[in-house]
């Protein structure tokens, strides 16, 4: 059964960091690019980091970087988006997807987490 376990997630002050978590299993995780999406309601999921198989490149949205940091323990099959610096704005509930390109895209998706919901006050 493939899954892709979120965790992490919470509430926190500007400012202030988290890190996210997202556990992998079921699928040959190796083969495959990791991101992160985030969506708030009313508004589409939109991209914020990707990372290649063993964590060579990443690409990161233009309103997170410098902020977040995206990266992949291969052993553990799980992918960490470590955010500094949030900011009210970054408030979404946060998915991380397994996908066959190293793009910023939804179209080359195959698996989805379930997401967990980060929240920054002001």
């Known amino acids: 059964q493939v899954q892709l376990v979120e965790s992490g997630g919470g509430l926190v002050q500007t400012g202030g960091s988290l890190t996210l978590s997202c556990a992998a299993s079921?699928?040959?995780?190796?083969?495959?690019?990791m991101r992160w999406f985030r969506q708030t309601p009313g508004k589409e999921r939109e991209f914020v980091a990707v990372i290649s198989q063993g964590g060579r490149n990443t690409f990161y949205a233009d309103s997170v970087q410098g902020r977040f940091t995206i990266s992949v323990d291969a052993a553990k099959k799980t992918v960490y988006l470590q955010m500094n610096s949030l900011k009210p704005e970054d408030t979404a509930i946060y998915f991380c997807?397994?996908?066959?390109?190293?793009?910023?895209?939804?179209?080359?998706?195959?698996?989805w987490g379930q997401g967990t919901q980060v929240t920054v006050s002001s």
């Open positions: 997807a397994a996908g066959v390109s190293f793009s910023d895209t939804q179209k080359t998706i195959v698996y």
């Open positions: 079921g699928f040959a995780f190796s083969n495959y690019v």
